[in-house]
Structures are given as structure tokens and as C-alpha cells.
């Protein structure tokens, strides 16, 4: 036994009972061990309860400061200039829901991490106030004790034989050995007690704290994962305003070079017949004698020749009450007859007169020549038309256009975006419309010389845009309509106004745009692509001005839903249910919900029908299920509109490839019929990339466990890699008698 307390202390030696009756210096040795442990442990335990103290401090504090920046965020709100576009709305509510989500993570972290964290706290204040302290308090009771004990065992021992009261002293010595002996007792079994119990006890409460940092994290990324699809979303919307901006930077640069011109001209309007400037008017002193000059902004309308004037001062700031002269005439005034130069004098249609200084002599020349009729020598025209095309030319160009690009085939990617060599597309303009060879489009094996020329066609060639200057305005507010079932409506209602040959036009065009959005993956130009790039060359409005630049994003939005809604606006077809429960569910419930398409059952696998796919000569006829019942708008003699075959928006080729099987899967089902239970173990025949959170991704030959029903036909729960998701029956090679 003494051997055993001679070992290395590297660890704490037990402390034996039957050592309580010998009490030896080895036993004193190892409870003064035990006892240092245990003060360490006190101390350390006292160090840990701080520090999570001040660490529950401060996850509240940076918990708090979270959500003021959240309320800072959600506070943020910045006004449009003009009719906010869609993607202008969503990046608005984005606002909202950033701040949203940084409340709920922080909602977490007060469950998780602040209440637990007090928990654990609480937890260790109470094993070391307690167990610990009642330790310590055994000790003192031991130690007392054992002075007790010693002290009088040398008075018994020092006291004579035959002294009077020793039996007395002796029995005293023995009861207080044997207290000694039973304290020593409780006092080991205590020791044992302490030090095996705070193993688990405080393991257990940094476990706690462990666990809910776990949780914690684990639902953080489990709530960013949920948002991943709005992320993209957003991303894509900010990608198509950060488009538009840049295309109404460069037009405003352009806008702003022009405007610039026209102070050495002296015009101060966009249009011919109007004219806007400040004048100075002669006015009498309210004292009844002497005069005074006050600064006039005005404006002239050449019909019904109005001059309009408003007392401001851009110093003062302050407007007046604006007020309207019928212009009878106008005269100039001679040096001679005032002491001010560059005046003229305005006489009303009731003979009121007016003397009015200009700016300077070109000033005065520019107000004279509009205020006389004359046409001025600054305008210039808006739009002018550099050929004379006949619509029928025009149509047939657009036709072999789409032709010729079908035929090159429409995955080129950048088609549109990228430009054409400018040399070539002049080129074939010149040919096109002043030799009159429409068919020189045949030849040309660069597509995008080809969508060059079409662009410049519509932008340049046409003498006014295709969707008309008359409806210009009645298009940007259908575009202003919130309700997408309201907008499409009233869009179709301007589209059909259109003239027969801009509609006809501008059917077939769309048509093709639509072909070109379906491969987007290939091509990279979706539909907002494209929409940026035709929304300034199909619109345009008759004066260029600031605010019309910014309506180019109305523009861009509105061909952008002219391509996707194809079928609803020029074949009287339904929405695009795709896109429509996209952004009905743009909030956070379609992050819980799949679209609600109509239901159907599920489709057969590709291995057990043959009808979908003829090959012949190698080449894969197949045909895509989502394909609307377009009418064949042949570019030219009723051929086929392009090579590739025109495919639903929204969805990429049919069939979809497969990277693990040669045949291909088949499509996921939809919607909720209850199912009869059942439990089995069944072996992937298809791979499958999840859509949803809630549903599984997996491999060819995997195994799906616990397959049990769903509520969704064609759809059934079951177990893949530890985790429990949705999975396509039809992907599964389940027995019929549960299918």
C-alpha cells in the first residue's frame, strides 16, 4: 500500500478507508493532493464562470447591435426616379428582408446561445458553491478535529497513573480518535465524491454550451440555405438594374453633349415649336413712380402662341404665381428708347404690354424668331429615318434575318450582346435597302453581323420604333401596373392597337427572341438580356430627355415580359405559369412551397415509352412536353422558323441530360394525392439534383431507406446518406405492387 503512494503524483492516488485508522504521514500527504486539486478546481471553475459570464455579456451586446443595424437596414428606403420597375420593387423589399433575417438569427441566438449559456453558468455557480464548498467546508470539520483529537491524546498520554480522573481523560481520547476516525471516513468518501463527480458535471456544462453553438450555426446555415434561391434571384435583378444603368449612363452622357451644343446656339428646348428661358420684366415700383426689373422664367408655345411667365429668382427661391399671355405681337425695342439692352416688347391679345430683356443678343434673335413664327435654325430633328424602306421590304429583311440565324444556330453565346464588325453590318444595310438584295442575308455566316443588322434595322432604319411613337406612353404605363395579371392584360391591349404591319412585325421578332431566351444556357442571354438590349431600339421616345432615359428600364422590362409571356400576349394562351409562380412566391413562403402547377400524374419513364423520340440517321427528334401550341411563323415560304426547336421559357432543351445514365429520367411529378403507407428499401435508377430544401439529391445505384408515403403524388419520403427528403417514385425502382 505505501508503494503505491510512493508513485510519480502525475495523477491523483485514491484515497483508501482502511488508511482513516492508520492515519500516516502518506495518507496526510495524499489528502493534501486531493485538497490542492481541489482548490484548483474551485479557482479554475470561478475563472470559467467569469469568462462565460462575460461571454453572455457580450453575445448580448453583439446581439443588440445586430438588431439596431437590422433596424437601420429595414429604415433604408430609396425613391425611384419615376414608376419603380419590378426588379427596382424586389431590391426595395430586399431591404426588408435582409433585416428579417438577421432578427431571426438573432431570435436564435438568444435561444440558443444566451439562455443556454446562462443555463451551463448557473449549472457550475451551483457545483462549485455547493458540492465544492461543502467539500471544503468537511475539510475545516476534519482538520479541528484532528488538532482535537491529537491534543488530547498527549494530555491523556502526559497524565500520571494514579491521577484522578484519567479513566475519564482516556475514554475522552478514545472518542475523540474515534470522531476522528468517522470525520476522516466522510471526509475521503467526500474527497472521492468531488473529484469523480466534477468530471461529468463540468464536461457536461461546456458540452452544453457546445451543443447549442452546434444548433446555433447548424439553423443559421440551414436559414441561408433556405434563402439561397432569393440570393440568386436578387443577384440577378441587381446584375439587370447594374445593365440598365450603365446603358443610361452612356445615353446620358450622349444627351448631356448635345444639350451642351445648344447654349452656343442659343436653344434652350428640345422642340421646335416651344421655348423656355429667363427674361427680365419691366414692372412699375408699388410707390406709383420709377420702375423695376424682375426676373421671369417663361415659356412659349408656338401653338397656341402662349408665353407663359412665372416670377422666380433662383437666389431667393421662392415662386410665384405663374401667369399666361395671349401673344398679339411682339416688337424689339430700340437702344434709344431704353437705357437696357436686348429688350422687346410683348402685346397681349387684350392690349396689356409687356417690355421683356433677354440675355444677350442671341438671346434676344432666338425669342424674336419663335415669338414671330419663323422656324428656328438650332433645331434639330429627334429621329430621322436615313432610307426609305417599304414595309414589306422591312418585314422580309427581319424574316431572312431569323431565318439565316436559325439556320447558324441560336447557342452562340453573347448573341445580341456582342456587336457584329461594324464594316460588314454597313455593308449589308447598303446592299439590303439601296441594291435591293434582301436575300444578301443568306450568305452571311457571321451571326452576329446578322443581330447587329437586325438591331440597327429597328434602331436607325425604321423612321419611327417599331412600338410606335403614338403608343409610346401607353405602354410605359401598362408597364406601371402592380398586379402582373393587370399588367400582361393591359400590355396585350396596347400590343393589339399597333398597326398590322408594326404587330406583324413585331410577332414574328418576339417569337424568335423567345427561341433565343430558351437556350439560354448556352447562349447566356436570358430574357432581362435581352430586354436590356431591345428595349431602347423597339421604343424610343419623340424627344430625348433625362426623364425618358430613365424610363429606359420600363423599356427593357417591357420586352423582357413581351418574350416571357409570348403565348398569353400573341396566341391567347395562358400565362407563363413558371414564371407567374416565381414571382407570386418571391417571398419567404416559396422557399417552403413548391408552384402550383396544374396536377397531373406521373409520367412514365423514358425505358417504358417510345413514342417521345424517333431517331433517324442519327438525329434525335424529340419533343418537349412544356412546348405551348405556337403558330408557325415562317420567316419566309412557310419554312420552319429556325433550326432549333422553339422551347417553353423558363426551361432549357427536352429531354434534359443525363450524367449518369444513357437513358434519360424522367420528369418530376406534382401535386397531392393521399398514397397507402408503406416501408421499403428500394435502389435509385435515376440521378436527381434536388429543386427544393426538401427534397433529396442522389446517384445511380443508390440506396433510398424507409421509403414511406407522401403526401404529394408521385412523390415519396425515404432516406439517402443520413438525410430524409422528398424523392420522384418514378426514380426509384420500387415493386408494383407499391407503385
Not at 180 to 185: I, N, P, T, Y
Not at 202 to 210: H, R
Not at 298 to 316: D, F, G, I, S
Not at 433 to 442: G, L, P, R, S
Request: charged share 30%.
Amino acid at each position: 500500500m505505501s508503494g503505491e503512494y510512493l508513485q510519480p503524483l502525475h495523477t491523483l492516488q485514491p484515497l483508501e478507508f482502511e488508511d482513516c485508522l492508520t492515519d500516516s504521514p502518506l495518507f496526510r500527504e495524499n489528502l493534501k493532493s486531493h485538497e490542492k486539486e481541489i482548490d484548483s478546481t474551485a479557482h479554475s471553475l470561478k475563472h470559467l464562470s467569469a469568462e462565460l459570464k462575460r461571454l453572455v455579456g457580450l453575445e448580448e451586446e453583439l446581439s443588440k447591435f445586430h438588431r439596431h443595424f437590422a433596424n437601420t437596414v429595414a429604415e433604408l428606403n430609396f425613391k425611384p426616379i419615376g414608376v419603380s420597375t419590378e426588379d427596382e420593387t424586389e431590391i426595395g423589399e430586399a431591404f426588408q428582408k435582409f433585416s428579417t433575417t438577421i432578427d431571426a438569427i438573432e431570435e436564435q441566438r438568444e435561444r440558443c446561445l444566451s439562455s443556454r449559456s446562462n443555463s451551463a453558468m448557473k449549472r457550475l455557480e451551483i457545483f462549485r458553491k455547493q458540492d465544492i464548498a461543502s467539500c471544503k467546508d468537511a475539510r475545516k470539520k476534519f482538520h479541528s478535529q484532528t488538532d482535537k483529537s491529537c491534543s488530547m491524546l498527549e494530555k491523556s498520554l502526559a497524565s500520571k497513573r494514579n491521577q484522578k480522573g484519567i479513566d475519564d481523560l482516556d475514554s475522552q481520547c478514545y472518542d475523540e480518535r474515534k470522531r476522528l476516525f468517522e470525520g476522516s471516513l466522510e471526509y475521503v468518501w467526500l474527497l472521492h465524491e468531488v473529484q469523480e463527480k466534477k468530471k461529468f458535471e463540468v464536461c457536461e456544462a461546456i458540452l452544453q454550451i457546445m451543443l447549442s453553438l452546434k444548433t446555433f450555426y447548424h439553423m443559421g446555415f440551414e436559414m441561408f440555405k433556405e434563402l439561397q434561391p432569393y440570393h440568386n434571384d436578387l443577384a440577378k435583378r441587381l446584375q439587370n438594374l447594374r445593365d440598365t444603368f450603365d446603358d443610361e449612363k452612356i445615353r446620358s452622357e450622349k444627351l448631356k453633349e448635345r444639350v451642351s451644343k445648344k447654349l452656343t446656339l442659343g436653344s434652350t428646348s428640345s422642340s421646335p415649336d416651344t421655348r423656355q428661358g429667363y427674361l427680365f420684366s419691366k414692372e412699375k415700383t408699388a410707390v406709383g413712380f420709377g420702375h423695376s426689373w424682375s426676373k421671369m422664367f417663361c415659356e412659349y408655345k408656338r401653338k397656341p402662341k402662349t408665353l407663359t411667365v412665372t416670377p422666380y429668382n433662383q437666389t431667393a427661391g421662392k415662386m410665384g404665381t405663374p401667369e399666361d399671355i395671349n401673344v398679339a405681337s411682339v416688337v424689339k425695342k430700340r437702344s434709344e428708347e431704353l437705357p437696357r439692352r436686348f429688350c422687346f416688347e410683348v402685346k397681349s391679345a387684350d392690349d396689356k404690354v409687356w417690355t421683356l430683356q433677354a440675355l444677350s443678343e442671341t438671346d434676344l434673335k432666338n425669342w424674336m424668331e419663335i415669338m414671330e413664327g419663323k422656324e428656328p435654325s438650332y433645331s434639330e430633328p429627334m429621329q430621322t429615318a436615313k432610307l426609305q424602306v417599304p414595309p414589306d421590304t422591312g418585314i422580309e429583311f427581319v424574316k431572312l434575318c431569323i431565318k439565316r440565324m436559325g439556320e447558324l444556330g441560336l447557342r452562340e453565346q453573347g448573341i445580341y450582346r456582342v456587336s457584329g464588325a461594324q464594316t460588314k453590318v454597313n455593308k449589308l444595310i447598303a446592299i439590303t435597302f439601296e441594291e435591293k438584295k434582301t436575300a444578301a442575308v443568306m450568305e452571311i455566316d457571321d451571326i452576329k453581323v446578322i443581330a447587329s443588322a437586325l438591331k440597327m434595322y429597328f434602331r436607325e432604319i425604321l423612321p419611327e420604333p417599331l412600338l410606335t411613337f403614338k403608343l409610346h406612353e401607353s405602354f410605359l404605363e401598362a408597364m406601371k401596373t402592380e398586379d402582373r395579371h393587370q399588367r400582361i392584360k393591359n400590355l396585350t391591349n396596347v400590343v393589339s392597337a399597333l398597326p398590322k404591319t408594326n404587330y406583324d412585325c413585331l410577332k414574328i421578332l418576339i417569337k424568335h427572341l423567345n427561341d433565343v431566351a430558351a437556350l439560354k444556357e448556352d447562349n447566356l442571354m436570358q430574357e432581362s438580356n435581352l430586354g436590356v438590349v431591345f428595349g431602347p431600339t423597339l421604343m424610343r421616345p419623340r424627344e430625348e430627355t433625362v426623364a425618358s432615359i430613365f424610363m429606359i428600364k420600363h423599356q427593357n422590362s417591357l420586352v423582357e415580359n413581351l418574350i416571357i409571356e409570348y403565348d398569353a400576349i400573341f396566341q391567347g394562351g395562358e400565362m407563363n405559369k413558371i414564371y407567374s409562380s416565381m414571382v407570386q412566391t418571391r417571398n419567404s413562403a416559396r422557399l417552403t412551397k413548391r408552384p402550383n402547377f396544374k396536377q397531373k400524374a406521373a409520367p412514365t419513364p423514358p425505358s417504358a415509352k417510345t413514342t417521345g423520340s424517333t431517331t433517324t440517321g442519327g438525329t434525335s427528334n424529340n419533343v418537349n412536353p412544356f412546348d405551348s401550341s405556337d403558330e408557325d411563323l415562317s420567316p419566309v415560304g412557310g419554312g420552319p422558323a429556325a433550326s432549333q426547336p422553339h422551347h417553353y421559357v423558363n426551361r432549357g432543351p427536352w429531354p434534359p441530360p443525363s450524367a449518369s445514365s444513357s437513358t434519360n429520367p424522367p420528369v418530376k411529378p406534382i401535386k397531392t394525392i393521399p398514397r397507402q403507407k408503406y416501408n421499403l428499401t428500394a435502389t435509385v435508377i435515376y440521378e436527381c439534383i434536388a429543386d427544393e430544401p426538401d427534397e433529396l439529391s442522389f446517384k445511380v445505384g443508390d440506396i433510398i431507406t424507409n421509403i414511406r408515403e407522401a403526401e404529394e403524388e408521385g412523390w415519396v419520403t425515404g432516406t439517402c446518406r443520413g438525410k430524409t427528403g422528398l424523392v420522384p417514385r418514378n426514380h426509384l425502382n420500387l415493386p408494383k405492387s407499391n407503385v
